[in-house]
């Protein structure tokens, strides 16, 4: 009995079957389209069934429920500005690393790699913070964390759903020392269109790039792309947007997110997310982030009730409940053609075609970025305030 490597649409890249593989026969190689899936070097297999066992993506999941829904947010400019949304993962992540436990998330590396590395001060940490619309690279994640919990260590890791299901299932067992988040997932993208992305925007500028912000703040709240140039000038373009859009047209992701078993169904101690709305309701409109919380375990209450009073924090009403829902992402027709283009043509080519903006995206995309550069950022806030009070 060995893990069936032929359906890539329940794999979800992981690599627990890789590390519980007691002859080391498993490998994940990267597909034309750029996504990870094990190989099996037959000689080695002796189908011992571990690789079937492991993989929490194929099995029958039971359904969880939301314990609490809170709305938070940190009082700290410096942490608001280097967060996707209102700094909850830097609130959960200090508890542990007071604890002198260690913290597991994902980076963007020098070569602009996305993988997840182990973080031991809030420096490291730091780097985690913000998203990520790629997939990550577990690299020795799992192997890492479990030796680190077989010493008594505190560790959090923070990943999408189906990485933290997979971890607690590579695990085979309950440790109280360990703690997980993850976060409203809308998939993972191909980290080789990502690639592409860089070296088009490289060859577009005629110059090296030494980061990418995939949600940068210096236009507010929202899902502006930024590129760090050498000579340290940013870049927040219509051109350097088009890869998100492939993004959010749900054509770049992996074949498993279209099934993934865990829209609604968590395994994670907490789930992290922009609580988009929260600004009419809380009456907070200067468009700097807020994050939704959703506790779904004790462990997840307890790191709660430790916050401290350098976060906002508001508890909601039951009727929140039934706003956390996530639809199942569906996949659009035209996924095939995308990839055939892409395997024949190249990234600039499908960009072409499916990366195109309308008159009205560009004239609002132009003003946002105006509106900032005049400093009068404030006032629109204000006025978008009172449009929503009517």
Known sequence: MRINTEDKSMCCGCGACVHICPQLAITLICDEKGFSYPVIVDDKCINCGKCVTVCNFR???????????YALRSNSK????????????????????????SVFGSILGDDLRV????????LERNRMCGSKYVQSDLKMTFLQIRELLQKNSFVLFSGTPCQVNNLYGFLEKVYDNLYTIDFICHGTPSPKLFL???????????????????????????????V??????????????????????????????????????????????????????????????????????SKGDYLLNQLKTSY????????????????????????????????????????????KYSVKQIIS?????????LHIQNIAFKIQALIKKK
């Open 59 to 69: 099995k029958k999941l039971d359904v969880s429920k939301a314990n609490k829904v």
């Open 365 to 373: 995309f132009n003003l946002r970025k105006i509106v900032f550069k």
């Open 115 to 122: 993988y997840h590395k182990e973080a031991k001060t809030s």
């Open 312 to 355: 906002w924090l508001k508890e909601c009403s039951s009727e929140m409940f039934t706003k956390i829902k996530q639809n199942q992402i569906i996949q659009p027709s035209e996924t095939n053609k995308f990839w055939e283009l892409y395997c024949d043509k190249g990234y600039e080519a499908v960009i072409k075609k499916y990366s």
């Open 228 to 297: 760090l140039f050498k000579d340290k000038k940013k870049n927040a373009s219509i051109t350097v947007q088009k890869n998100a859009n492939l993004f959010y047209k749900n054509l770049s992701l992996r074949p498993s997110c279209y099934v993934c078993p865990y829209r609604n169904h968590k395994y994670s101690d907490i789930t992290l997310g922009d609580f988009w709305g929260g600004d009419k309701l809380f009456n907070i409109y200067d468009n700097k982030g807020l994050s939704q919380v959703i506790t779904h375990t």
């Open 196 to 226: 592409d992305h860089i070296n088009m925007l490289k060859s577009k500028y005629h110059k090296d790039i030494v980061d990418y912000h995939f949600r940068d703040k210096k236009y507010g709240w929202s899902s502006t792309q930024t």
């Open 78 to 101: 410096d942490v608001l500005q280097i967060s996707s949304s209102g700094g909850a993962f830097t609130a959960f992540s200090d508890l542990i690393l007071e604890l002198k436990g």
